[in-house]
C-alpha cells in the first residue's frame, strides 16, 4: 500500500508564497507520474502541477510562472513552490502518485486571504 503525506499549506497572504512537500512510502520512480492537484469548495478537483518519470513537467495555465514543482529522489519527495499566491488558489491541495491505478495523500489546506 503506498501512502503520500502532504504538508506545507496554511494561511497566507495575496502575493505571499508556501511550499509543499509530499512524501511516498516508496521511491518516486515506480510511478509513471506525480504531482498536485487542488479542488476548491463546489468545485470538482483539478490538476495544478505534474511530472512523469522521464521528468517532463505540466503545469495548469492560471499557476505558470508562479508554481515549480520539483523533486528529491533521495527523499521521495515531491515539492510545490507557490509563489505570487492568489485568493483564487485557495483550496485543499492533494498529491498523487499515478501507476495503473491513483494514489492519494490526505489533502492539505491552503487559504490566501487577507
Known amino acids: 500500500q503506498v501512502q503520500l503525506v502532504e504538508s506545507g499549506g496554511g494561511l497566507v497572504q495575496p502575493g505571499g508564497s508556501l511550499r509543499l512537500s509530499c512524501a511516498a512510502s516508496?521511491?518516486?520512480?515506480?510511478?509513471?507520474?506525480m504531482g498536485w492537484y487542488r479542488q476548491a469548495p463546489g468545485k470538482q478537483r483539478e490538476l495544478v502541477a505534474t511530472f512523469t518519470s522521464g521528468g517532463t513537467t505540466n503545469y495548469r495555465d492560471s499557476v505558470k510562472g508562479r508554481f515549480t514543482i520539483s523533486r528529491d529522489n533521495a527523499e521521495n519527495t515531491v515539492y510545490l513552490q507557490m509563489n505570487m499566491l492568489k485568493p483564487e488558489d485557495t483550496a485543499v491541495y492533494y498529491c498523487?502518485?499515478?501507476?495503473?491505478?491513483?494514489?492519494w495523500g490526505q489533502g492539505t489546506q491552503v487559504t490566501v486571504s487577507s
Open positions: 498523487n502518485a499515478h501507476t495503473y491505478i491513483n494514489y
Open positions: 516508496r521511491s518516486i520512480f515506480s510511478f509513471d507520474a
